[in-house]
């Protein structure tokens, strides 16, 4: 009876054994799929660069030229420097280097509006070589993934066309800097908080607009790290101070000694820039100020006299802020007020269960929130919130669709920012390509985990399967009128009149997208356990 049990498990054991085919390690694997999206920046490099290239290569002239005590007072050129300091240290670091390529791009006042051949191959490589702490963050977060889903994660980020739009064709280093921050979620998911809370502080000096999500951290950590009773979590809470402090005193500390933090701190928050970064960052504010137009129209057509505020707001210039003309003055205090209490709900929810699980999640929804109420928003800043939303994407049908129109609409709003012909089907390709390989990788991955869910038993966890609702394709078709309308008929209608009005029709549009996608978060943090 017992030999053919013995027999058996003999031959279980020895399949077993039987040696499986070894898949690469997630690191090769990664640096395969950024080395082929280097390859598409490094097509990009003679394409198309705005006024932001000029004004690194400034900060490169002046943290070279003057000593450390001149940088923020610098007016030589009128793109002066209004980065934290730690961003002010890398372009030194990079301006070494920039010295052996070409002196005259370092040059404080030669280099005005340089731009030789070796500047541009310089700059351009500068933010391709920086994009592979965008490469170590997503890695970081995805390693312990399936092959399939961290894949899709790393195409998601790693392809964005967003990123591709804003920072290899219009310029800026926004890359590396979103790197960190997911350094940082994946430190906090993996439990290492001193880590997340130390990386988050660094990218704090590097660029300051990704304080919107610092209430998060300070209530997650105060409740996740420092408990565990008063005496240890009070020296928790010491241990943390300790290493925020040291940074904010290795960045801050030399200009303060120098007397000069009072003009630093001028330069990073020019809040006489007005509420709007132009027009045409697609946010909650879009709305009021058309509300206003239409109420002094209307006043005006009845008969009132009503002061109507200058073009600040269509002018597609920054500059200071117009008042309105029927509804109230929006200040820097009322955004922050409103910001605060839109992230209120994750806070309250970080405090009473701070859950590793859902702190990315509680992140991007801050960082939504700065967007779509904050003073003086970039269009940019939507990346701030579509980065680590990719990676949750997979986390169920629900948020692969949320993230399905929430990256189209952030990338189309960026369309505005590439307004030259020669441009024209790059950000169109990427957009198309990027929505492709969105509806395949998802299809795919949900159809897979549906026949799974049926197997087990377990349908209600996983019952349906990526599809675009009637909604969405609508709103969707809806893009793609406004982009014919300001392609072809506005030119028709108009010639060179109201030459605005397509970019107020993306921002409008695109408004009510973003509009949805907050609301869709919100309800998300308040439901999610």
Request: proline share 5%; hydrophobic share 50%.
């Amino acid at each position: 009876m017992n030999a053919p049990k013995n027999h058996h498990k003999q031959h279980q054991h020895q399949t077993h054994q039987i040696p499986k085919p070894k898949s690469n390690k997630p690191i090769t694997e990664i640096l395969w799929v950024s080395l082929v999206a280097t390859c598409i920046k490094l097509l990009l490099i003679p394409a198309y660069h705005s006024t932001d290239f000029e004004v690194h290569r400034n900060w490169l002239a002046i943290t070279h030229s003057l000593p450390l005590s001149q940088w923020y007072s610098d007016q030589t050129s009128p793109w002066t420097l209004d980065y934290p300091p730690f961003f002010a240290h890398f372009e030194h670091f990079l301006s070494f280097f920039a010295s052996l390529v070409d002196p005259i791009m370092v040059h404080l006042h030669l280099g005005l509006n340089y731009k030789s051949q070796p500047t541009i191959y310089f700059q351009r490589l500068t933010v391709i070589l920086s994009d592979f702490v965008l490469v170590f963050g997503i890695y970081r977060l995805t390693r312990n993934l399936g092959y399939k889903e961290r894949v899709l994660i790393w195409v998601l980020v790693i392809f964005s066309p967003g990123l591709m739009i804003v920072d290899h064709l219009h310029f800026q280093y926004n890359g590396f800097l979103l790197g960190m921050l997911l350094i940082s979620i994946s430190a906090l998911e993996e439990g290492k908080d001193l880590l997340g809370g130390f990386v988050f502080a660094v990218l704090l000096c590097f660029k300051h607009l990704f304080a919107v999500a610092a209430p998060v951290y300070f209530v997650y950590l105060l409740r996740h790290y420092c408990r565990g009773g008063f005496i240890r979590g009070f020296g928790r809470l010491v241990i943390m101070g300790s290493a925020v402090v040291a940074v904010f005193a290795a960045a801050y500390g030399p200009f303060l000694y120098h007397g000069q933090i009072q003009q630093v701190f001028h330069r990073m928050f020019p809040f006489g820039r007005g509420l709007c970064h132009a027009y045409w960052a697609p946010n909650f504010w879009v709305f009021y100020i058309i509300l206003d137009k239409v109420l002094a129209f209307s006043v005006v057509k009845m008969g009132f006299s009503v002061q109507a505020p200058t073009a600040s707001f269509t002018g597609g210039l920054v500059g200071d802020s117009s008042p309105f003309a029927v509804l109230p003055r929006v200040t820097p205090m009322i955004t922050f007020s409103i910001v605060m209490l839109t992230i209120a709900p994750c806070l309250i929810k970080a405090w009473r269960d701070p859950q590793r699980r859902m702190i990315t999640r509680w992140i991007a929804y801050a960082y939504t929130c700065g967007f779509m109420f904050g003073w003086h928003v970039h269009e940019k800043a939507s990346l701030h919130f579509v980065i680590p939303l990719a990676i949750i994407a997979l986390k169920s049908v629900e948020d692969a669709k949320h993230y399905f129109y929430l990256s189209i609409v952030s990338c189309y709003s960026l369309f505005p920012l590439l307004f030259e012909a020669q441009e024209y089907p790059i950000k169109f390709l990427l957009l198309l390509l990027h929505a492709s390989l969105m509806w395949i990788g998802f299809s795919s991955h949900f159809a897979t985990t549906t026949r799974k869910a049926v197997e087990s038993e377990q349908t209600r966890y996983e019952k349906t399967r990526f599809v675009i609702g009637r909604f969405g394709k609508l709103y969707l078709l809806g893009l793609l009128a406004v982009e014919i309308y300001g392609q072809l008929v506005h030119p028709i209608l108009f010639t060179e009149r109201l030459p605005f009005l397509p970019l107020m029709l993306i921002s409008i549009y695109c408004a009510f997208g973003m509009m949805y996608s907050w609301i869709w978060q919100l309800r998300q943090i308040i439901k999610l356990h």
